[in-house]
Each structure stands twice: as C-alpha cells, then as structure tokens.
C-alpha cells in the first residue's frame, strides 16, 4: 500500500504521523511510505533520518495527497488539506468531528472514508489511542496552568506548590479519567492543594484509593462544582464524551463568582470545550481573559512537546497503521470492530452516531456502510 506522510499545518503543531522507526517497519512488510519534505522536524527527525528507513521524499504535500492511498497523519486535516482528499482514500488521524461544522461537511462532500484515533476503542472499552495524548495534556495542563498562574501573563501571581509558611494553588480537576489522573497526579507532585471531581462511583473509589489523602475526591454534582470554583486558582477541565461535543460544566455566568485571576485549563477543547467561555487558542496566542479569568484552551497541547508526543502516538497507532496497510481497509475493518468503531465517516456519509447527532445528520452505521 502506498501511505503518506504530509507535514502538518495546524499553527505550531510540530507532531508527525508517523516516525522514521515506524516507517522503517511499514517498508520492511513492502509497504511504499511517501513524507513530505521537512515533516519531522518538529521531532529532530531529518529527511535524511526517513530516507534511510525506506520513505521517498516529496517536495509538497499535494504529491502525498494525490498518490496516497492512506494518509497518516496527526491532527484533523486543516481546510487546505482538505480540498485534496479524495473518494477511496483512507485518513487515519485526530478527528475531533462533533464541534466542527466545516471539516464534516468537507470530508462528507469528499468521499473519504475517515478514521479517528480518539473513537478507535480495544477490549476493555478504553481508547487507547487517545491515551497516549490525554497522558500528555493532562501533564501539561498543569504546567500550563502554573505558568498561567504568574501575575505577567493575568493570573493571581501564585506560585502551585506555594513555600513553607505560604499556602498553595488550590487545583480542581473536573473529571478522573486519563487527563484528570495524569493533571492531579503533576498538581500533586507539585505540592499544590488538589480535588477531583467524577460522577462514576467505580473512578472515584480508585482515585481514592490510589491517591488517599494527598487530594479529595468528590461526586461531580453542579452545586459542589459551583461551590469549588470559587475558591479555586487553577480548574482544569478533564472531561470526555467518547466522539461528542463535551459538556459545559461551568457557565460563562459563574466567573465572575470565581477568584480574579484564576485559570480556566480547558482540556476538552477539541471536542468544543467543557467551559462555556472556552473558544479554541493556539501556542502562539494561548490565553485569554473573561471577567477577569484566564482561560488556557490550546487545541493542540501535546504538539508543543512534539518528540515525546510522537513516539507516544506511534506506539499506539502503528499496529493499526500495518493492520490497514497489510490487510487493506476494507478488511481490516471488516475483521476489527475495535478498529471499526474509529470508523466516523465513509462514502458521504456519518459513521459514528455522536457526530451524527451533534450535526443534526443521517447515521448509518459503520456495519451497513461497509455493508456487513
């Protein structure tokens, strides 16, 4: 199979589909892997490097548009990118449909079948390859956060972990799966002042008993959310509706209740936010202040530390990647329900049920689109 590689476009993103080990094990198998010119250098990874692991060099992407059959890549195609998909082209990347209007309507008028990582599911129900990336933004939104938190950049001028004789950031992190695990155990290690909130009793009773007592553990009701923001400095919005739009947890109303220079870390923003004053930022331009909060809501937080991101990703998707390439697609989806359940869109039309109602759209099945 012929996959492509094109580098990415989305403002400071500086990830890779996929890396030049991985590519090395796609040409191993007889796979052809096309990578456009510069694409890993974001991750230290030259032309060089992927020439001798067996990829052909392309000056532009269009050539890797137009001769791919697979497209690996690691953010949702950006409007440019999108003109040059095509009917029978496979695109294996972060989707994030529900939120966004214009990338569905576009892949939906192109004819690709499009397959999203953070849908893919595995045995035990988890996604596992959204994990790798949800580790990483949950470490990093409390980096994020603290960083937020200096008086230069609008916060209250607190230090997280606070000094001897001085109290610490108090940290509410909304949600206890894999981003909300990872925010409090950094705000932990930090020595700031932690609470999670979750509304399963099954994720509440194992961050307890993993955490006990160096942070609260509370049911995620709107009274104890209310009640905790406004005496938080730093929330982090960890929440996840598995392919639909997330949930607003705090209202724009409720901000001027909470501490002047607080910060809003909001995780869930590829998926249009958990906070109702969310609007997606980059890391040329990544805060903002409403009533006197600032709001972090980078679409892309792991893509500022694209090394480590990278081969995280990889890890996790190259055994999808060569199940697609040796197999075909059409098999591969056909075999997999795991794989299957990636599946969002195909031939014109909605795969995956929460996008299809987020878009108000027809859902048919990935089943009976690929007439199983």
């Given at each position: 199979m012929k996959i492509g590689v094109p580098k990415e476009t989305k403002v400071h993103e500086y990830r890779v589909g996929l890396t030049p080990e991985s590519v090395r094990d796609l040409v191993a198998v007889g796979h052809s892997v096309l990578v456009e010119t510069q694409a890993g250098d974001g991750i230290g990874a030259s032309d060089e490097a992927y020439s001798a692991a067996g990829a052909s060099i392309v000056r532009a992407a269009t050539e890797v548009f137009e001769t791919a059959e697979l497209i690996v890549k690691v953010k949702e195609p950006q409007i440019g990118e999108r003109a040059h998909l095509r009917a029978g082209q496979v695109l294996f990347t972060y989707l994030h449909l529900a939120p966004d209007h214009a990338q569905t309507s576009d892949l939906l008028a192109s004819g690709v079948t499009a397959i999203a990582y953070e849908t893919v599911t595995d045995k035990a129900g988890t996604l596992p390859l959204l994990k790798p990336m949800s580790q990483v933004a949950g470490r990093m939104s409390i980096q994020a956060g603290a960083a937020s938190l200096e008086k230069s950049r609008g916060g209250r001028g607190i230090l997280l972990g606070g000094v001897p004789g001085v109290r610490p950031a108090s940290v509410v992190v909304?949600?206890?799966?894999?981003?909300?695990?990872?925010?409090?155990?950094?705000?932990?290690?930090?020595?700031?002042?932690?609470?999670?909130?979750?509304?399963?009793?099954?994720?509440?009773?194992?961050?307890?008993?993993?955490?006990?007592?160096?942070?609260?553990?509370?049911?995620?009701?709107?009274?104890?959310?209310?009640?905790?923001?406004?005496?938080?400095?730093?929330?982090v919005g960890a929440v996840l509706i598995p392919g639909a739009t997330a949930p607003k947890l705090i209202e724009r109303r409720?901000?001027?209740?909470?501490?002047?220079?607080?910060?809003?870390?909001?995780?869930?923003?590829?998926?249009?936010?958990?906070?109702?004053?969310?609007?997606p930022t980059t890391h040329a331009d990544p805060t903002y202040i409403v009533d006197g909060v600032v709001h972090y809501c980078v679409a892309n937080?792991?893509?500022?530390?694209?090394?480590?991101?990278?081969?995280?990703?990889?890890?996790?998707?190259?055994?999808?990647?060569?199940?697609?390439?040796?197999?075909?697609?059409?098999?591969?989806?056909r075999e997999d329900p795991y794989l299957r359940s990636g599946l969002n869109i195909h031939d014109g039309e909605v795969t995956c049920e929460p996008v299809a109602v987020a878009h108000n759209r027809k859902f048919v099945s990935a089943e009976k689109a690929l007439a199983l």
């Open positions: 909304l949600g206890g799966g894999v981003v909300g695990f990872h925010a409090a155990e950094n705000a932990i290690g930090l020595g700031a002042d932690v609470t999670i909130l979750d509304r399963s009793l099954q994720t509440i009773e194992r961050l307890q008993t993993h955490f006990g007592q160096l942070a609260k553990v509370l049911f995620a009701t709107k009274t104890t959310i209310s009640d905790l923001i406004t005496e938080a400095d730093l929330v409720e901000l001027v209740q909470m501490r002047r220079g607080s910060v809003l870390v909001d995780v869930a923003i590829d998926q249009g936010g958990c906070f109702e004053s969310s609007t937080m792991p893509g500022a530390v694209a090394r480590t991101s990278t081969y995280a990703l990889n890890n996790a998707t190259l055994p999808h990647v060569l199940q697609l390439a040796n197999l075909g697609w059409r098999q591969a989806l």
